[in-house]
């Protein structure tokens, strides 16, 4: 349910879709995030501990995540219309742009232990690419066209959607 549910939002969404959006994409990104966070470390770790036991604790975690956290801040950046200046904005780019490559490479070389003979001989990771790649976002699609979400919102939103499962799933 976890690899179904929660995406990989943050290093891969977010740059595919300001790619295919453009900067926009980015401020509605954050908005989708920390809904996504709320999410992932609340129902997220219900379901791979069983437990309902500090329900406060995790709210208040996923409220202080760091990813959440910079959600917030980018939330604010673009609302309050803050620009910063050259040196720094260039600066912060350049190491923004190297979190997917990073990401990557940290996949990569958990990747490095499996026998990629089992993993694809085992039909549920192909129910669970479907699943994850194709259904939830043409449900995330038709649920926001039905209530007529603006175009470009639901297009971030079913980008994020459409991205592969979280990394977050394997480090819970």
């Known amino acids: 349910i976890c690899l179904c549910t929660f995406a990989n939002t943050s290093f891969v969404g977010f740059p595919i879709a300001q790619v295919l959006v453009g900067e926009i994409a980015i401020f509605y990104g954050s908005v989708f995030n920390i809904m996504y966070n709320l999410f992932m470390f609340t129902y997220g770790i219900y379901l791979l501990t069983g437990t309902r036991k500090g329900i406060g604790k995790m709210l208040r975690s996923a409220m202080l995540d760091p990813c959440a956290l910079a959600s917030f801040a980018m939330v604010a950046i673009c609302l309050l219309q803050i620009k910063f200046p050259a040196f720094l904005n260039d600066g912060l780019n350049l190491l923004g742009n190297t979190c997917t490559p990073l990401a990557m490479l940290v996949i990569g070389a958990g990747m490095t232990e499996c026998r990629l003979h089992e ?54």
């Open 119 to 172: 993993v694809f001989s085992q039909r549920i990771i192909y129910s669970v690419s479907i699943a994850r790649l194709v259904v939830m976002p043409l449900l995330v699609f038709g649920a926001l066209w039905l209530l007529k979400v603006d175009p470009v919102v639901s297009i971030v939103c079913t980008l994020m959607c459409a991205m592969p499962s979280g990394s977050l799933n394997s480090i819970f």
